[in-house]
């Protein structure tokens, strides 16, 4: 079995769930069916199996090192990004007429999760040139696209995100690097970046750094920002590849996890001119930033999911084979021990990572359909909808995965007992490696002030309540069908309890209250959407048993989708339930807590 | 302030919370009293401080290598030992006619818990020091004991607890480490042993190895096993230390944290005869291990509370100091930053970690002074009362900590965001640290099937519903209090739901449904307790600001402990009583989830 993807659950997710067979209809996406997807995951399946999978403990043990002016790393990290450049996959995503594959972006994101569950560290590189070629794609140029997209799509120039600096993290607006307009109409850049994955290496012939800064004289705060194409090497505008930029590497961070991905401190003009493509136009950076946010943080909360994959695929084959035990019927303590995957706590920590990875899979393909789907709409109307439950879901797709998918990579650990804790196994990277995703593109708390703050306070709660009624109309459909119907009055009870919550929290005209609630109030409402994900794959499962048996082993997975449905409606969905309570009560016990009480 | 402990708290649990005074008036521990436990503390906290917070870092960066023969590390570790042993902490649980320093195991407790905050994985070798000399204390004959314990209370020789072998971890049933009787009265020891925790180091003159074998003829199962001290160098009757006892290291494991502590493989026999003593009688040496357990898991628990409170005074401190971001009332980007913890949801990370961490310590040393009352204990009823609580107690407190204090380190970093995720910073070793403590002296899954089959189904129920009446008389007592009306409610209703669900457990006549619930109700019925104890100590700070007023400080220190004891009944408890809700349902979704649906 592979230890990149479960194809039958992705096969599932797309095909049965998603049904993207009719999204690929639409004439963008002309040169996609059922078979050239299959075709495509086929190849970024052996690819991600045999380049990125094998090298992920040798890059994390051998981690990137500065030497000698350079960035040392083991040479088969090059490799495996070529082997994904010469796939094509840099270019999936992009348009035909500029030289990409035109791919949907359900489909660059089912890819690009392989290569994460193979080795999400490495797979950043690439992920950021495709988010990077995204953005300039987007607000760029003709004649900036026309220099730096093709060899972007080509793979050999990487590209970075540069918002962060040491006194800026989550606050953005407080950033100091500055931008200094020249005669040529080209800036000079100023300042230090901190946190910038992928900001130096040896791995691509130039780094396309995408960079936040002030034009002096600008509006103070966030409005005040632009972004600018910064490369590591100059580039003449014919595209070749000049000397040095000044962009220095001050620093190597020393993380926990995710070591094969270059985390720098990046000093830009310190000993020199660092030159500047504004893109866009002036003071419209978090803007520009802001739009492709949706797909940068479903891709972050995918990542978590598919760490958290990696684990419970590993785990699961460990438990069929690993022998410890008896069964509580067998008295004879002589008689052989049993596979641990027989005892019913190892299922339980099994159901719980079947439960996080498949629900969290699900949501980030579903959510990746409705970027296919917002692209291709002309419905203005249907394009609102679209964009407000793309926005209200994006807070949860990000932060569901990073907190409960970590979850699930303790899990794994602990299925495997002492073996999982130590570097032999895996799964103890995985854990290392998950839990930055719940800091990067924006924390947990973040999100939820994103969430209650602009998603639904905003608008009075709006999409959230469209967004219940779709729900309400799954709890409807499945309420109909034998053997779902606890599972449904689950859900209706939960999303009663999430209206009740939400009613409260928007009558409030406490905004501290409100705000001081939204953690809980995102952690709640993710555990209500993948509690609906769930059942909608419970549905379909249900339907697929009863229209066609199937084989046996096809019986064993749609059983398999029922019996983790009904998990997750008794053991996860009371917890939302009194997270929502709390809520609803505009909990007080954190916002009213002293300072003084932490010490100090 | 101090980075090993918050004496503050520290105070109000032994002497305002406990009343370890009136313990002590005890002929047995007539040497102590308020003062003599506070020197006692103070020198603990010195040396944690200057020796073994200092280099905690250092050794988990340059973990122990196996070279030419010999465990290298560097010679700090040796030196901050020497320190320990120096204080003479090596001997201070044990009576003074052995040489110890005849203090309670509670202050034994308070005091490794100064060195686990500064450096778990060092101060392991004292820990495992003790439990053994406790072990040999206990059950070796005197000829044995006047041999092996003057060195190990003075910390020249030190121990380790040689129970797992390769198949054999959960399962201890099935080692095959083996004792053959040698005419001299001694035993020859053949066999490996998995996962010695300072099972070869160069930190001591000799390491004495309780290693659990199997001598041949014997029942078969945990009922054949045998309990041997087996010292890595021979030993003369006059306490010389020889030469090699054939105890071969055959390869050190390469752990997730705890780095600075050498976890071996170790190879009893394998190049020549290896000698062990017998311990106590044959084929007892499970019973004599399990009579060691409470205080070994209790030691387990409180390990994962003092690694969380580490990692919660340095990210309380952090968010002191670190600004971000500005309050909500203040619209003006150029004001200064305020510090974090300004922000209701770093406050909320903050409680989170301050309720585990103060929680699962009073629980911890609650259960040390069970200890303590049960050693002194001449009323046999009494005892028996004890005995079952400690019992009852046991794995509560082994786990909970392991699960939340482990999700409380989770907090610290994310306080420090992309700080907290680099190596830089203490939060993330904290982590990895952490991570261990579900695993090791039982896991999870196996401190559950004790907590219901043996604690609670086994008595059907008496010694938990006789802990049910005890809480229920603090929720009586609180309900009287201003301010605590509604954290009594919440235990109340919480302890129905323990008992419903208990009595649910009780009747069902299904083996395998109650014990597949089993880890969820230990869970839940932690939190129950952890509420509970919270609630013990919002009662005492709310008389202690009703008598007297204090000083700022201390009325903030008070005001604390009752604004935590409210986040946790709002925040916490909830959840237990909707686990609590499944577990009496005799969930069986686990139970009948079928192996196939794991795929392989």
Redesign the interface.
Known sequence: ?SMVV?R?DLDFVLFELLEVEKLVEHSRFATYDRATIGQMLDAAQQIAEERFLPIAAELDADEPVFRDGKVVMPASAGAALQAYAEAGFFALPFAEDIGGLGAPWFLNTAVVGMFSTANVALTNYAFLTIAAANLLDTFGSGALKSVFLPPMLAGRWFGTMCL?ET?????L??IRTIATPRADGLYAIKGSK??ISGGEHELSENIVHMVLAKIPGGP???KGISLFVVPKRKVGEDGSVGGANNVALAGL?????QRACTNCLLNFGEAGECVGYLVGEPHRGIEYMFHMMNEARIAVGHAAAMTALAGY?YS??Y??TR????S?EQK???SP?VPI????????M??AQ?AAVEGAQALCLYCATLVDELAVSTDERRSDELAGLLGLLTPVVKSWPSEHC?EAN?WA??IL??Y?????YPV?RL??DN??N???EG???IQ??DLVGRKVLRDKGEALFRFVEQMRQTAAEAARIAGLEEEARVLSVSLDALQAATRALIRSAD??RQ??N???YLDAFGHVVIGWIWLRQAIVAARALVDNGGSE?DR??Y??KL??C??FA??EM??A???L??CG?L?D????????????
């Open positions: 079995m479960d039958r962060s006194q800026a993290g989550s606050s607006g407080d901190m946190w103070p705060g966030t961070n020393h993380k926990m996890g695929l699961a084959n438990a069929r022998t410890q035990g008896r509580l004879n303590p002589a021990q995957i027989q005892h019913a706590d190892v299922r339980r099994l159901l079947k970590l303790k650990i602990q007992g002492g999982g804790y130590t570097r032999d103890e854990y290392r839990r930055l719940h800091i990067h924390t947990f708390g939820g002030l905004f501290a705000l001081a939204a953690t809980v082993v064993a997975f059983d398999g019996v983790t009904r998990y008794r053991h009371p917890l339930q009194a997270r309570a709390l009560s909990d016990s954190c916002l009213a807590a002293p300072v003084e009480m932490f010490g100090g």
